[in-house]
Every structure is written in C-alpha cells, then in structure tokens.
C-alpha cells in the first residue's frame, strides 16, 4: 500500500519562529489532509489539499501532486501551535480510509 | 453545526471484558471511520462505513472487534473480551458524500480505553 513519510520527527522552535514540514507520499492520491493533533488529544483540520496552495491566517500549505510531496507552512510561531501534525492521505483504489504519516512533534517555546 | 460526538470520553475495563464505544456523525454525512491511536503512536484505521455499502473492515486487527452502523446515523464500535494490547484511544470521523464536495474527514475528541 501507499507509505507516508513526515519529516522532521521532532522540531523545536523558539516563539516567533517560522517552520516547514514535509509530506511526502509514495503513489498519486485522491484527497490530502493536514492535522494538528493538540496536547489534549483532539484532532483539529487544518487544510484539506489534494492539489495546489491555501492559506489560512498563519498557516499555508502547498501541494505538489506530481512529485507526491506536500508542505505546511507555519509562520511566526507561537506556543498554541505546540501538538503533533499529521499528513494522511487517501487512495480511492484502497477505500476511503486515510493512511497517516507518523507525524512531526512541534514544541514552541516561549 | 454539532460536531462528531464519542461516548464514553474515558473508560476503564477489566482484562477479558466486553466494551461498547459509540460514535455520532455530524449530520448529512453518509461516510463513518473508527481509528485506533495507541500512546505515542500514529492513527491506524479500523473500518468505514458508507452509506449501505458493504463496509471496509480490512483494518480490524482481530475478531474480537466488530461495529455496526445504523443506517447513516450512530455507530458502535464492539470490542470482546479485551486485552491489555486494547488500551488506545479510539477516534471516529465523518465526511460527507463523495459528489464533488471536500470529503473532508473530521474527527471526534475520541474514547480513551484502559484495560487493566
């Protein structure tokens, strides 16, 4: 099946700061999300991109489905934004079940 | 509009008991997904339900675990005999039908299962 590689694992980042987390995804897909998975558990939508750029306040993503990556723009960073992003993508061919990456453990510190 | 809804928040069993989970969509969405998040690990996927199409249960790690799904409403997520290796957090998610609109999956705030 389709492997989901997030990277980095783990970032630090002083408030303020910008960041960048890569997606990147073995075969062509149907639907792309971006999570942010709160201190408390809670699974929070942050974009749904299959193709092309949004934006969203501090945060943008980009996906480039021919070359099976995606990017999550976070831009000055604050301590709220602390959690765990996820990337999970689906293929029609495989159901409609979403297949996540591992995640990328974001802590900001103030 | 209500969001997906999970009961209980939290629930502690004892090792070779039978739990129930419940999930309730937001409404109008005819598609149902229960995930399986163990500490410290990412989301695996159990089964999906759409509207009265046979469901996917390819993700169900063992005949113990069994769901229904009435009509396009509650599900119900069954777990027999549980096992300490059960202990996760169990999330469902919902999206709406696949004519053309985002099949944006949101997800509850999920049951967080202890097996002693």
């Known amino acids: 099946g389709i492997q989901v590689e997030q990277s980095p694992p783990d970032l630090i980042l002083q408030e303020g700061a910008n960041s960048t987390l890569r997606c990147n995804f073995s075969?062509?897909?149907?639907?792309l999300q971006w999570f942010h998975q709160n201190p408390w558990g809670q699974l929070i939508n942050l974009f749904y991109i299959p193709s092309g750029t949004k934006q969203n306040g501090r945060l943008s993503a980009t996906t480039v489905a021919t070359e099976r990556y995606s990017l999550l723009y976070i831009s000055s960073s604050q301590t709220s934004d602390s959690g765990v992003y996820y990337c999970a993508v689906v293929r029609y061919n495989q159901g409609g079940k979403l297949i996540f990456g591992q995640g990328t453990e974001l802590s900001v510190k103030p | 509009g209500a969001g997906v809804s999970q009961s209980p928040s939290n629930k502690v069993t004892e090792k070779g008991k039978d739990v129930e989970l419940r999930c309730d969509p937001i409404s109008g969405h005819t598609a149902l997904y229960w995930y399986r998040q163990r500490l410290g690990q990412g989301l695996e996927f159990l089964i999906y339900?759409?509207?009265?199409?046979?469901?996917?249960k390819s993700g169900l790690p063992s005949d113990r675990f069994s769901a229904e799904r009435t009509g396009e409403s509650v599900s119900t997520l069954t777990i027999q005999r549980t096992q300490q290796e059960d202990s996760a957090v169990y999330l469902c998610?919902?999206?709406?039908?696949?004519?053309?609109?985002?099949?944006?999956?949101?997800f509850g705030p999920g049951t967080r299962l202890l097996v002693l």
């Open positions: 075969d062509s897909v149907n639907n």
């Open positions: 339900f759409q509207g009265n199409s046979a469901p996917d």
């Open positions: 998610a919902s999206s709406p039908p696949r004519r053309g609109l985002e099949e944006t999956q949101y």
